[in-house]
């Protein structure tokens, strides 16, 4: 008979406590590492960040991609402070609002990664580390500033003082600081192993981006508390995918709904079925954002397997609700039942409502947020008896699954990736030709929502969408650029006079365009389409692409696009707008933007 393990005294103590069980961390490029060794590892990143003089109750930033080294480093810098991880694909004026807003003791800067994180931290007085791989040692192993970290004591951390730091983005300019303690990310990851039966045999292939709630909680926490395996690979890839589920046969993988989207464009050809026989997956999860019942239906067909869809939140650390394993029923087009936090409907008046009934969904229990830091207006808005309201609208039937129908926030979710729109508006909004700007979400098919704006010129001022784009894109990560912009002559407002951004898509007709020919096979057909697929190829880890294929649907995302855009530059030696990439991210498309480029005045290539 076995006994449930004893709740750990730290995040770090899910390694500590399940050192016996077996399982550990692995990764494409490096054998794997046991579950001891990751310990270890740990320990001594925290002991090195302790001899630079490191904390209990300092903060610590750390800029990386996906990366097994990123997993040690996570849990070494919870162990002696608290950790904000920040997204690698954020720009200058992101890194100087977040290092303000956080004021790290010290920033973690993944050393093979071109970021614009390390100056906007110098100028700050912020010391830099560099994280890397140690060469030749296990996944995870790690050199922090070309040095193998040295082994001591570090300061243990207790279950209230906060593990991680997250910024999410609400329905106001600034994003909010959300803490989440100790004991908030053990119970949320034990609420996710739970759910899933996680235990030592199970393998996850984790893609989710590590400085995302789902990526570490979900894609770590969950299954290592449980006893089992990591698998790191750099991020998501969807022509990789199938290779991987045959290399490291993991049992299960969690993702974003376009993620799940892509893996079945992928998997639907018969070499793909073949390999994904070889994977001796258990289930699929997928939380985020909304998956739609089709989507559901297509991927157990595909896969043979069940998708679980779960709803999770930051502020949760993650898991809320989500639809149980068989024999249990899932529900297409329900998030579940609570699965963790109780979870409620409460009207607007902060009365609890009674099934059926649509309101705002409503949580509490030991896996929420105590509060967003330094932002008593937030917290005044977000708490109500004790209950912490998520801003989504559903509601719950009698047998306690829960609908989700709308959301009162109005953050655009792009592909999982949430945009604020005010924080769009407030930049459209600098441009001197602009009166008003309104930034909404418009359909995109394989992002589910991008974001797109419309805006109102200042009386006599004359402006283009190109111009105000690439103003966007100087001041924020290319996600938040809307994909389309519309010149209008007035903004529709409600009864209350406050701007409407719902129903703004529909009303201009706006739908994302996507150039795709989804396993497109034309070889490219001169030397610049040569040039761009090899690139693509390398970058992306995919056999050379058909010139018609979607960047972002083989798996590219926007730091890959920006690692793309500088190697074909310095291959080229021309120097290719961003934007121009994203406007195309076709083989073809790039080649074409390419070539009057290279035809021009200095052009050598
Ligand atoms: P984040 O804090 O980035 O995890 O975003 C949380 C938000 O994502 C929630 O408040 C919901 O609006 C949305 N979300 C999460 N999971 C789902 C889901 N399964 N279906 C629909 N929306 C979801």
Same mark, same amino acid.
Request: aromatic share 6%; hydrophobic share 45%.
């Given at each position: 008979?076995?006994?449930?393990?004893?709740?750990?005294?730290?995040?770090?103590?899910?390694?500590?406590?399940?050192?016996?069980?077996?399982?550990?961390?692995?990764?494409?490029?490096?054998? $794997?590492? %046991?579950? *001891?060794?990751?310990?270890?590892?740990?320990?001594? !990143? #925290?002991?090195? /960040?302790?001899?630079? @003089?490191?904390?209990?109750?300092?903060?610590?930033?750390?800029?990386?991609?996906?990366?097994?080294?990123?997993?040690?480093?996570?849990?070494?810098?919870?162990?002696?402070?608290?950790?904000?991880?920040?997204?690698?694909?954020?720009?200058?004026?992101?890194?100087?609002?977040?290092?303000?807003?956080?004021?790290?003791?010290?920033?973690?800067?993944?050393?093979?990664?071109?970021?614009?994180?390390?100056?906007?931290?110098?100028?700050?007085?912020?010391?830099?580390?560099?994280?890397?791989?140690?060469?030749?040692?296990?996944?995870?192993?790690?050199?922090?500033?070309?040095?193998? $970290?040295? %082994?001591? *004591?570090?300061?243990?951390?207790?279950?209230?003082? !906060? #593990?991680?730091? /997250?910024?999410?983005? @609400?329905?106001?300019?600034?994003?909010?600081?959300?803490?989440?303690?100790?004991?908030?990310?053990?119970?949320?990851?034990?609420?996710?192993?739970?759910?899933?039966?996680?235990?030592?045999?199970?393998?996850?292939?984790?893609?989710?981006?590590?400085?995302?709630?789902?990526?570490?909680?979900?894609?770590?926490?969950?299954?290592?508390?449980?006893?089992?395996?990591?698998?790191?690979?750099?991020?998501?890839?969807?022509?990789?995918?199938?290779?991987?589920?045959?290399?490291?046969?993991?049992?299960?993988?969690?993702?974003?709904?376009?993620?799940?989207?892509?893996?079945?464009?992928?998997?639907?050809? *018969?070499?793909?079925?073949?390999?994904?026989?070889?994977?001796?997956?258990?289930?699929?999860?997928?939380?985020?954002?909304?998956?739609?019942?089709?989507?559901?239906?297509?991927?157990?067909?595909?896969?043979?397997?069940?998708?679980?869809?779960?709803?999770?939140?930051?502020?949760?650390?993650?898991?809320?609700?989500?639809?149980?394993?068989?024999?249990?029923?899932?529900?297409?087009?329900?998030?579940?039942?609570?699965?963790?936090?109780?979870?409620?409907?409460?009207?607007?008046?902060?009365?609890?409502?009674?099934?059926?009934?649509?309101?705002?969904?409503?949580?509490?229990?030991?896996?929420?947020?105590?509060?967003?830091?330094?932002?008593?207006?937030?917290?005044?808005?977000?708490?109500?008896?004790?209950?912490?309201?998520?801003?989504?609208?559903?509601?719950?039937?009698?047998?306690?699954?829960?609908?989700?129908?709308?959301?009162?926030?109005?953050?655009?979710?792009?592909?999982?990736?949430?945009?604020?729109?005010?924080?769009?508006?407030?930049?459209?909004?600098?441009?001197?030709?602009?009166?008003?700007?309104?930034?909404?979400?418009?359909?995109?098919?394989?992002?589910?929502?991008?974001?797109?704006?419309?805006?109102?010129?200042?009386?006599?001022?004359?402006?283009?969408?190109?111009?105000?784009?690439?103003?966007?894109?100087?001041?924020?990560?290319?996600?938040?650029?809307?994909?389309?912009?519309?010149?209008?002559?007035?903004?529709?407002?409600?009864?209350?006079?406050?701007?409407?951004?719902?129903?703004?898509?529909?009303?201009?007709?706006?739908?994302?365009?996507?150039?795709?020919?989804?396993?497109?096979?034309?070889?490219?057909?001169?030397?610049?389409?040569?040039?761009?697929?090899?690139?693509?190829?390398?970058?992306?880890?995919?056999?050379?692409?058909?010139?018609?294929?979607?960047?972002?649907?083989?798996?590219?995302?926007?730091?890959?696009?920006?690692?793309?855009?500088?190697?074909?530059?310095?291959?080229?030696?021309?120097?290719?707008?961003?934007?121009?990439?994203?406007?195309?991210?076709?083989?073809?498309?790039?080649?074409?933007?390419?070539?009057?480029?290279?035809?021009?005045?200095?052009?050598?290539?």
């Amino acid at each position: 008979m076995t006994t449930a393990p004893s709740f750990p005294d730290s995040v770090a103590g899910l390694l500590e406590q399940a050192r016996s069980a077996g399982g550990g961390l692995e990764s494409l490029e490096a054998p $794997p590492a %046991t579950r *001891a060794e990751l310990a270890h590892e740990s320990s001594a !990143i #925290a002991a090195t /960040l302790c001899l630079r @003089g490191v904390s209990s109750g300092d903060r610590v930033a750390i800029v990386s991609p996906n990366d097994a080294t990123m997993v040690t480093a996570f849990f070494g810098i919870v162990s002696c402070a608290s950790c904000a991880p920040l997204n690698p694909a954020y720009g200058r004026a992101e890194f100087d609002f977040y290092l303000d807003d956080l004021k790290p003791r010290l920033l973690v800067v993944y050393d093979a990664l071109d970021t614009p994180a390390r100056e906007a931290a110098r100028v700050r007085g912020i010391e830099c580390i560099e994280l890397g791989r140690a060469p030749g040692l296990a996944s995870g192993m790690v050199t922090l500033d070309g040095e193998r $970290p040295s %082994t001591g *004591a570090a300061a243990g951390q207790r279950l209230d003082e !906060i #593990a991680l730091l /997250l910024h999410t983005s @609400g329905t106001t300019a600034r994003p909010k600081l959300v803490p989440l303690t100790h004991r908030n990310l053990i119970h949320s990851a034990r609420h996710i192993a739970a759910t899933l039966s996680l235990g030592p045999e199970d393998r996850s292939l984790t893609v989710m981006p590590l400085f995302h709630i789902h990526g570490l909680v979900a894609g770590i926490l969950a299954p290592l508390g449980a006893g089992g395996t990591v698998i790191v690979p750099p991020g998501f890839l969807a022509p990789s995918f199938a290779t991987w589920l045959a290399r490291f046969r993991p049992t299960w993988y969690t993702a974003v709904p376009t993620m799940h989207q892509a893996i079945l464009e992928r998997l639907s050809s *018969a070499d793909a079925r073949a390999m994904r026989m070889q994977a001796p997956l258990r289930f699929v999860r997928s939380s985020s954002a909304a998956m739609t019942p089709q989507t559901i239906r297509d991927i157990e067909a595909t896969l043979g397997v069940p998708v679980i869809e779960s709803y999770g939140m930051t502020e949760a650390s993650h898991q809320m609700s989500s639809n149980p394993l068989p024999p249990g029923e899932r529900k297409p087009g329900s998030v579940g039942m609570a699965a963790g936090p109780e979870v409620g409907i409460m009207s607007a008046s902060g009365v609890l409502l009674p099934p059926d009934e649509i309101g705002e969904v409503v949580i509490r229990g030991p896996n929420v947020t105590s509060g967003y830091l330094e932002n008593p207006a937030a917290n005044a808005n977000a708490f109500t008896n004790g209950w912490f309201r998520t801003g989504d609208q559903g509601c719950i039937g009698a047998d306690g699954y829960l609908t989700l129908t709308g959301r009162l926030k109005e953050l655009i979710n792009r592909a999982g990736e949430k945009v604020a729109p005010l924080e769009v508006d407030a930049v459209l909004a600098e441009h001197p030709a602009v009166a008003q700007a309104l930034t909404f979400g418009m359909p995109h098919a394989l992002l589910g929502e991008d974001v797109a704006a419309a805006v109102v010129a200042k009386p006599g001022a004359y402006v283009t969408e190109g111009e105000l784009r690439g103003f966007v894109a100087e001041r924020l990560a290319f996600f938040k650029v809307p994909r389309q912009i519309r010149i209008v002559a007035k903004l529709p407002v409600g009864a209350t006079g406050k701007l409407q951004r719902r129903g703004m898509a529909e009303r201009l007709g706006m739908v994302a365009e996507i150039p795709v020919i989804s396993g497109d096979t034309t070889a490219a057909r001169n030397a610049v389409e040569e040039i761009v697929a090899a690139v693509w190829s390398e970058i992306l880890r995919v056999a050379v692409p058909g010139v018609h294929e979607n960047f972002f649907a083989l798996g590219g995302d926007s730091m890959l696009a920006t690692r793309t855009v500088a190697q074909l530059g310095a291959l080229l030696h021309v120097e290719m707008p961003l934007l121009a990439f994203f406007d195309a991210p076709t083989v073809a498309g790039v080649a074409r933007t390419l070539e009057p480029l290279l035809a021009g005045d200095g052009a050598n290539a």
